[in-house]
């Protein structure tokens, strides 16, 4: 028996062929150049996670200049509680070496009760806890504690 | 086994009942084994990272150290850049109070930014903790699973990150993620969540919310060195992820997890 191809199957393979040819044109201009080469996404995408810039400095960046403040804290029961735990982001302060641009805490009962104030939820062996309502009553945490040495009280 | 006849294609299968049960046993122990490993895998880290050079990102989060004092909340808004207001957290904390009747009070003012205020007298009170809660990292997220243009993603690290050029804004990760750790951001308009500071971890540094913990309530570690401090901590408390039974492969592990938390 004589093959016979219907004559639509050429035309309908032209179809196919030019749609195809289409798709993986778009494909290749549509899809972003490292999709896929970890998984289905943009491994590009990582080193734009990488990019924001720092506002925290780091404990270890205040230390290069504040030695003596570390000598301070390191003989005390806030050594390991950071810089910026505190002072907040450092990273400004780290560049331009500026008084201003770090935050400089009051020492108010606010500030230090903020960790300190007694309250039934905080587990008594992790921090130490004062009842603000008793506690030497209308003076300031700052005047009689450093804030970086808190046991060595002031006068 | 089978003969065919001729009539109609309709087939005769022949076997013995001693054939019939010897398979059937086999394909009911098969199942069986299969399904146990499967569920126990979440015991393990889950998914067996890939590229065993990188670290494996597990946070470990200690209740009992938790003194809410919001730093971390603060500083991540600081960190990454996300408005004070509207009320959009990558990581807060929330208080607990379970009174003596047994019911939970749940709050978490403003995140926990401002500190917390005890609402329940205390003569009702029969105990309070605090619970940070953060992106859980799952090795098996859901949250990436639903995104329809691949812009959200496991990285080989293990940290769940966002491409934001990518991201369409859709809302369907917001809707998957069981424990509420996305939103989409008021200014970029796209999905936004904890990175755990990968551009800090990409530094050397720690995330931006365990560098101000004032006790260290907070750690993050390479899960696949058996010898880091959060594998040893790990092998040394019981630790619990939130929603086991949701099978996500959670890698923040609390310690000191009371029941009532959600």
Known sequence: MKFYLPPQIPRLAIAFGIFISLFLVLRHF?????????????????????????????????????????????????????????????????????????????????????????????????????????????????????????????? | MSQSTSTMGNEKVKTSRRKFLKNASVLAAATVGYSWLKSSQFLLHAAEPEDKSLPWYGVVIDIQKCIGCGNCASACKKENDVPVEPFFFRTWVEQYTVKNDGSVNIISPNGGIDGFKQTVPDEDIFKSFFVPKMCNHCAKSPCTQVCPVGATYISPEGVVLIDEKYCIGCRYCVQACPYGCRFIHPVKKVANKCTLCYHRLKKGLAPACMEVCPTGARMYGNLRDKDSAIVEYLKEHTTQVLRPNLNTGSKLYYNALSSEVR
């Open chain 1, 30 to 155: 549509l899809v972003p150049d490292t999709f896929g080469e970890y998984g289905h996404y943009r491994a590009a995408s990582m080193i734009d996670n990488a990019k924001p810039e720092l506002h925290y400095a780091g404990q270890d960046a205040c230390f290069k200049c504040h030695q003596d403040i570390q000598d301070k804290k390191s003989q005390d029961v806030h050594v390991d509680i950071h810089c910026e735990s505190c002072h907040g982001p450092g990273e400004k302060h780290v560049i331009s070496s500026k008084v201003g641009d770090i935050f400089r805490p009051s020492g108010s009962r606010e500030v230090c009760g903020k960790c300190h104030a007694l309250y039934v939820g905080k587990v008594k062996s992790t921090i130490a806890q004062v009842d603000l309502a008793k506690h030497n009553i209308g003076k300031n945490c700052i005047e009689c504690h450093n804030p970086h040495q808190p046991w060595e009280m002031k006068k």
